[in-house]
């Protein structure tokens, strides 16, 4: 979904589906407050403005919410008695309503966008919460619960947890939880940071250098601080702060499955990024031949628009995921790579292209060794016969396994909201992941290898310049993953994604779309 309302009604069906799987009736419950949030956010009530500032959005308060249904959801999975119902839909609220405090007043005609309250704002979330609930009947214990939670949703001081039982304790530690984990687990966490700067650097000007000292803050001269200390903060206050909280991410386990937590797979993503932001050793076609000086900048955005205008709109899987594999590629892709655009259209010399297409492969930073390149060539002469089933795939991930030392692989490819392994080594599959959190949902959308220690390693699988699939090879045996490890993968992933899509559609029990 591209636009940022199908974006944010995708959010509250994810919401509202994990509550229900959390505890029948609890979605009911929160399905009108869902939409009285919407239309807070979207300025119509008649006491604050819409939102305007860039993080502390509508989508950042549902990403929240989301994070802790999750956890209630896995909660219940693994406690007998489940969570009492008023605790959980306490938690949800909480949740919904506790950055309110970046709206602006309705009379405030202030040019701040509401970062200015970045030092006040859970005070203020407080009083939107307590009103709106007591407008709608709730019990005063109710309220007092939802606001004790929003308080400790304030991470410039040590948390406070005046709950009455450990269960309402446990609640108010998960949205906290949920506030840290979902923010810096965010695909777009590097854009953000700039989004949120900005809210800081209002704060910092409301404040005044006096009103920040005396609030002990030292303000960051720019978002490329911010990014720069991101392993810091991390390190130093993140993961301190989730243990004081009481390890709330074992319940996103308890959900997920498989001993992963996608969100912390996300984090560790991220860190890396911050660390690294461009991977120097692999390319795609058209940077490789930039590059090189043998394209120039408008010759390869000439070819990939043209490129793109040829394609068919965006294409959607099929329904029957199992059975027929998913329709991504139509017949005529073939003639659509970049490679051969730019030949068509004399942008690229031939030898220069054939230069760039094995250095996609086999980047000279790699200087691959005997066995990695043994292991290369069986992945090619296996692919050549991929119209056989897709039991080769599995054979390919087990050749990998073997080369890499690890246990376990698969290919995940997109369906809705969701990545599903489609190809595994093993034939009981793997639990679908969400597809905003995690390792492999982090490689797909950014289009970039990734590891994680020992536990992780995926690498995208590119058709027509686009990310289309995530190999992943998990549990390595002896020791952590390493670069070269990734240059590996990520060379088996470009040999698959010349062959992934035929061998789907060869796969289909359905004709091809007509030409």
């Known amino acids: 979904m591209s636009s940022d309302r199908d974006r944010l009604a995708l959010l509250r069906q994810q919401i509202l589906a994990t509550a229900e799987e959390a505890a029948s009736g609890l979605a009911t419950q929160l399905s009108p407050i869902l939409n009285d949030i919407a239309a807070l956010y979207q300025g119509q009530w008649p006491e604050y403005q819409e939102c305007q500032v860039g993080y502390h959005t509508e989508h950042h308060a549902l990403d929240v919410t989301l994070t802790t249904a999750r956890m209630i959801a896995g909660y219940n999975k693994v406690h007998t008695p489940p969570m009492p119902e008023d605790a959980a839909l306490a938690a949800l609220v909480a949740a919904l309503f506790h950055d309110g405090g970046y709206l602006k007043d309705a009379n405030d005609n202030s040019p701040a966008t509401g970062g200015k309250f970045t030092f006040t704002h859970v005070e203020r979330s407080k009083h939107i919460a307590a009103t709106y609930l007591a407008r709608q009947g709730r019990s005063p214990s109710f309220i007092d619960l939802v606001t004790g939670i929003i308080d400790l949703t304030e991470f410039h001081r040590l948390p406070r947890l005046p709950f009455s039982t450990a269960v309402e304790k446990t609640a108010a530690c998960m949205v906290a939880s949920a506030d840290l984990l979902a923010q810096m687990s965010d695909p777009h966490y590097l854009e953000n ?50 243990a004081e909280l009481g390890d709330m991410g074992r319940y996103l386990v308890a959900y997920f499955g498989e001993q992963r937590n996608p969100y912390l797979e996300s984090i560790a993503a991220n860190l890396a990024a911050t660390r690294e932001r461009h991977r120097g050793y692999w390319r795609r076609l058209g940077e490789l031949l930039t590059e090189a000086g043998a394209l120039s900048d408008g010759g390869l955005s000439t070819a990939l ?128 992941l969400p597809r905003d959190k995690g390792l492999v949902s982090w490689v797909f959308l950014h289009g970039r290898p990734r590891r994680l220690e020992a536990t992780a390693l995926a690498a995208p699988v590119f058709s027509a310049g686009k990310p289309i699939a995530v190999i992943e090879i998990t549990d390595r045996r002896d020791g952590p993953f390493s670069d070269r490890h990734e240059l590996l993968l990520q060379a088996a992933a470009n040999l698959i994604g010349a062959s992934l899509p035929a061998a789907l559609w060869l796969n289909l029990d359905c004709p091809l779309p007509s030409s």
Not at 221 to 226: F, K, Q
């Open 193 to 242: 940071i700039h989004r949120l700067y900005e809210e800081f650097r209002e704060a910092y000007e409301t404040e005044g250098a006096e009103g920040l000292a005396a609030r002990d803050i030292t303000p960051f001269a720019s978002a490329d601080e911010m990014i720069a200390q991101t392993d810091t903060f991390y390190e130093r206050f993140v993961l301190p702060r989730l």
């Open 305 to 432: 628009a043209w490129q793109h205008s040829m394609t068919h709109g965006e294409r959607r899987p099929d329904p029957c995921l199992q059975k027929k594999g998913y329709a991504w590629i139509d017949r005529q892709l073939a003639c659509l790579r970049l490679g051969n655009i730019l030949l068509e259209r004399r942008e690229v010399d031939p030898d220069a292209l054939r230069t760039a297409l094995i250095d996609q492969i086999l980047p000279p930073a790699m200087q691959a060794r005997a066995e990695e390149l043994r292991c290369l060539l069986h992945i090619l002469i296996l692919l050549q016969h991929i119209e056989n089933g897709p039991w080769l795939f599995r054979q390919i991930l087990s050749i990998l396994c073997q080369t890499l030392e690890s246990r376990a692989g698969a290919i995940w490819l997109p369906d809705g909201n969701l990545l599903v392994a489609l190809f595994t080594t093993a034939d009981n599959g793997r639990p679908p």
